[in-house]
């Protein structure tokens, strides 16, 4: 431009601005030669190609000739094909003039027939031939015919045809739909049954929400039976929103859906032949028969075998890494993994009272009295041979019986030696006896101090009755018992309502 424009500084001209259709400047084209034209019926490739098309599509009842007589009648392609011999453009009827021409009558769009709507089913089946599909009919329309909506025309023939339809293969699988997540344990149940394995059929429950299972087996699969299990099921964890099942007799009686009706419960059922929808109950009816059959060789019935597999899967954290037991119950269970190893963190009974502080702690080998609730006495006596918590003890008794006893039914300190016992017994007995025989005591109330009871025993109960005399303002006197054959000195209170005035 540069250049051009240097070359043309060098002469002095004036602009004049000029009218397009007044130019009529000498071209190239406008002088170059050409040979006269001698054959008057000379044929061109373009024809000679839209001729070959024509034909192309031409049936037994179709043909160049018929196409172009219904074109003329056609409404739709009739003031095609007048502006077109007229040589009018087609942008007023929305079409683009380059696409469009006429051959021996027929209007062709580029390489394509346009057909009139008379012939446009005759040209459908002949596209069908052989029963092709849609994306193959297309295809081949576009290489020979044309028409407003063939695309869809096409369509429509072909998902009408039956011998098709009957033929066709299943569509596509859907991408996997996850059923909508449950905000609160025991939401959404899903039921299915397991079996028969080994005899039993399994009734599985699962919560969609802490992958909770219950299996109970059964040899019965009735919906009665069914709703009995529910009920306790609803009893224990409450009535669920929804409930999920596939289309088995059980679920689908009309006694069942009135059961979940009356209950207020949704009752959703699977697609048949599509256990997939029910994919939660199905998925654990396969890990449960898996581990049933590899429990085969292991003892125990079937319940054993069942409790074992359900308390390993209700531990078993879940993906969000809480167990089905920490989800339902807000708290895990203890197994026999948290007694073989016991969590760092875990508080014992000893830092709870260490914090409250016992009220005593009695040591290994100290004398003590225990409460007894069978037999005559009330009280026996032993030593602590093993401290077994900070209240349990084990006390062997005087009699040499080994006892599990609370400290709160322990008292330190009391009672004598076996031995010294029986010593106090004996003279005791003695002097007591001659002296109730002199004063002429009750029986009732001498039978007390027959050979064999205890004198801890009555000394106590000698203490009681002084209190309830002395409340009751009777008269009491005091018994002074001269042991020292026996022992130094040992002082005995009794007393008599009736007698010692």
Request: proline letters at 4%.
């Amino acid at each position: 431009m540069v250049r051009y424009a240097l070359f043309l500084s060098g002469f002095d001209y004036e602009i004049e601005y000029k009218r397009t259709e007044h130019h009529a400047n000498a071209d190239y084209l406008s002088r170059f030669p050409v040979e006269p034209v001698t054959n008057v019926n000379f044929q061109d490739e373009a024809y000679q190609f839209q001729v070959s098309q024509l034909n192309t599509i031409a049936t037994e009842n179709i043909n160049p000739r018929l196409i172009a007589q219904e074109t003329a009648k056609d409404t739709s392609l009739k003031e095609i094909l007048t502006a077109l011999s007229e040589g009018k453009s087609l942008e007023t009827l929305g079409l683009n003039d380059c696409e469009f021409s006429i051959q021996d009558g027929c209007i062709m769009k580029g390489r394509r027939v346009m057909i009139p709507s008379i012939f446009q089913k005759d040209i459908l089946r002949e596209l069908h031939v052989g029963h092709m599909g849609i994306v193959k009919m297309k295809a081949l329309a576009r290489c020979f015919c044309y028409w407003k909506n063939i695309d869809v025309h096409i369509e429509e023939f072909v998902k009408s045809c039956r011998a098709c339809c009957m033929k066709q293969n299943e569509p596509p699988k859907e991408t996997l739909h996850k059923w909508e997540l449950s905000s609160h344990p025991w939401q959404r149940i899903h039921v299915d049954f397991a079996g028969p394995e080994g005899g039993w059929y399994y009734f599985i429950v699962v919560d969609s929400y802490t992958k909770w299972v219950e299996v109970i087996p059964t040899k019965v699969t009735s919906s009665d039976w069914c709703i009995k299990q529910l009920r306790n099921l609803f009893c224990t964890f409450g009535i669920p929103t929804t409930l999920v099942s596939d289309n088995g007799p059980q679920f689908k009686s009309s006694l069942f859906e009135a059961f979940l009706e009356n209950n207020g419960v949704c009752h959703r059922t699977s697609a048949p032949y599509h256990p997939s929808t029910n994919g939660q109950a199905e998925r654990f009816v396969q890990t449960i028969k898996k581990s049933l059959k590899c429990m085969q060789d292991e003892r125990g019935d079937v319940n054993l075998k069942l409790n074992r597999l359900l308390m390993q899967m209700r531990r078993v954290p879940n993906d969000n890494g809480d167990s089905p037991y920490s989800l339902m119950f807000g708290r895990d269970i203890r197994s026999r993994l948290d007694a073989i190893m016991k969590h760092a963190g875990q508080e014992n009974n000893e830092d709870i009272y260490s914090r409250r502080g016992p009220r005593r702690s009695l040591e290994v080998g100290t004398r003590v009295q225990v409460r007894r609730y069978r037999g005559p006495e009330k009280w026996s006596f032993g030593v602590i041979t093993e401290k077994q918590g900070l209240l349990h003890y084990m006390v062997k008794m005087d009699n040499g019986d080994v006892q599990n006893k609370l400290d709160g039914r322990i008292w330190p300190g009391f009672g004598a030696l076996p031995i010294i016992e029986k010593v106090l017994e004996k003279h005791l007995n003695i002097q007591t006896k001659k002296y109730l025989e002199t004063n002429n005591i009750i029986p009732e109330f001498q039978h007390g101090f027959q050979t064999g009871g205890s004198t801890i025993t009555l000394l106590q109960d000698f203490a009681d009755q002084i209190n309830t005399a002395l409340d009751e303002r009777k008269s009491v006197v005091v018994l002074l018992l001269d042991l020292t054959s026996a022992f130094d000195a040992l002082d005995h209170a009794h007393y008599s309502e009736n007698s010692m005035k």
